[in-house]
Each structure stands twice: as C-alpha cells, then as structure tokens.
C-alpha cells in the first residue's frame, strides 16, 4: 500500500533561510495555503490513498539556518518566526503541523481555551517588541469541540457545576474568562430562533459551537486593542476556528471561506458589536445542529430574519 506522506524536508545543499513574508497580508495567505495543505493530506489519510494524480507526498521545508546547522558555534539560530499563533492547548491541534510550517515560522502560546490570562499576554507583549522585525501577523485559534469552552458551556446551563468541589479556582479562572462568549452565543440563538431554543435536541451542541467562534473573535478583538496600544499598525490580527473534523482552519460565521472547501482566516473585529452581528450569523448557520431530531426541521424559521 502507498504510503501519503508529510514531510519536513531539509535539503543539505540548499541551506539558506526562507524569506520572511514581507505584509500582513502575505503571512495571511501563507498560513492559510499551509493549512490547506494539511487538510488535504489528512483527506488522503482518511482514504488510505493518494487521490488520482497526487503525489502522495506533502513538503513542508526546513533549512539550515532555521534548524541551528549553519551557524558558528558560539551563535544561536536568529528568533525570526513571522507570526504569532494564541491557540488552545488541546493535544488534537497541533500548530505548526495544521498550519503547514515549519522551525522559526510561528511563535506559539498555548493555553486552555485560547483565553487571554496575564503570561498569555506577557508572552504576547514580548513578541510584539522583542519579535516586531519579523512578526507579520497574530492568531487567535479556537477549535471545535473546545473542552475549555464546553466546560464553560456546561456550567453556564448547570452553574451548580461552576461551584462544584471538583471544579478547581484556577479551572474556574478559565471559565470565567469563557463566559462572555457563552452569554453572546446564547442571545444570538434566543433572537433568532425564540426562548423555545433551549428545548431543541441539538442546543447544547450548537451553544459550545458558537461560543468557540465567539471566544474566538471576543479574544482577536483584546489582541487588535493591544497591537495597537503598541502602535505596531504593520501587524495584523485574524482569527479563525480548527474544525476536527475536516481540518480546516475558518472563519466562523455563514459567510466564511468553508463554505467553499478553503483555509480562511478572518480579520479580528475592530467594535464590540460586531460581536453580536456574529452571534446572529452562526445561530443561523447552526440550524442543522439545532433541528437534527426534528422530522419537521425544513419548517422551522427563525423569529428574527436578519436583513
């Protein structure tokens, strides 16, 4: 059986150092091709084989200079990674591997719920300065099936699960941070489809997937304030969502670039009530989920048609 094979490959007689994406907009596009890359390699493993006039064969290239090879031996490969990446500590989303890069590309900070504690932030403010030649672009990554943010989920319908023994002060502090999203998932939900939401089979599973877009773009937002607290106007933040399913990084909402097959990152928004024009579009989008027990689901419509 043919093997599909992903591979970093250093080439020995090539060891110069991969150009640093010279925009924002390049290091976008950049991660987003990176990603679409995995997915189809991940679509080949889910096969067992290579589609028709594939290669079988996904490269992601290392050099010399970014692996510490060509160096003198007192000196230290130089920091270069050309963007930030704040994701979720989940051991299902590997970063560098999802995005299709490399040694030296991406600066990762990984917590639980991808949320924005004081060493999220501190490691943040150090790229901002100490990174700011190289650095073109911050990520917020969520991912589905998040289990920071079920958690959150789950407490925010249950909240005697919030003050539970077994729920520690520093599993509460996470939560907390989590909330905000939760309560704009449940409101955009409630106005589009009415209070009767909450008694829908699939409202739970639809919840924790709005709340992770949201925790996703509430998070982006904080960065977006930040960099330009920093007065670092040449770096970008984007944020999207790792679905585990397809292993595709997107822009969560009805109009992101899923729909049509590709790796999207959207840009972070610039006012707190983009937020609820979300929350409005993914309560939409998530009518399948809701209605997935429901043998009349084609004729349910929302309360409120959005314009």
């Not at 907009?25 to 679509?43: D, H, I, S, V, Y």
């Not at 840009?267 to 993914?282: D, I, Q, S, V, Y």
């Amino acid at each position: 059986m043919k093997t599909v094979d992903y591979i970093y490959r250093f080439e020995p007689g090539n060891p110069t150092a991969k150009p640093v994406p010279p925009t924002a907009e390049f290091a976008r596009r950049t991660l987003e091709q990176g990603n679409q890359m995995f997915a189809e390699w991940m679509e080949n493993c889910q096969r067992g084989s290579a589609a028709d006039g594939d290669d079988s064969c996904y490269v992601v290239p290392c050099n010399g200079y970014e692996v510490g090879m060509v160096r003198s031996k007192s000196a230290l490969p130089h920091h270069s990674p050309f963007a930030v990446v704040v994701g979720c500590s989940d051991a299902r989303v590997p970063t560098e591997m999802l995005f299709g890069q490399g040694f030296n590309d991406l600066f990762v900070i990984r917590v639980a719920g991808n949320v924005l504690g004081d060493e999220c932030q501190g490691s943040i403010d150090y790229a901002l300065g100490a990174l700011s030649d190289s650095v073109k672009v911050i990520v917020m990554l969520g991912h589905s099936g998040c289990g920071a943010v079920t958690g959150a989920v789950d407490a925010y319908l249950n909240p005697i699960l919030f003050w539970s023994k077994s729920t520690t002060l520093m599993t509460r502090s996470i939560l907390q941070r989590i909330f905000s999203a939760v309560r704009e998932a449940a409101n955009g939900l409630e106005t589009v489809w009415g209070q009767e939401v909450r008694d829908l089979p699939g409202y739970r599973e639809a919840l924790i997937d709005a709340s992770v877009a949201i925790n996703a773009a509430q998070a982006s937002y904080n960065l977006h304030l930040e960099v330009e607290r920093a007065g670092k106007w040449e770096i970008e933040v984007v944020y999207g969502v790792f679905n585990l399913f397809n292993h595709r990084v997107a822009a969560p909402g009805v109009k992101d670039g899923a729909q049509n097959g590709a790796a999207h990152l959207a840009h972070a928004p610039t006012n707190p009530r983009e937020f609820k024009t979300l929350a409005l579009e993914l309560a939409e989008a998530l009518r399948p989920k809701l209605f997935q027990d429901s043998p009349r689901r084609a004729e349910h419509q929302p309360v409120v048609e959005r314009s």
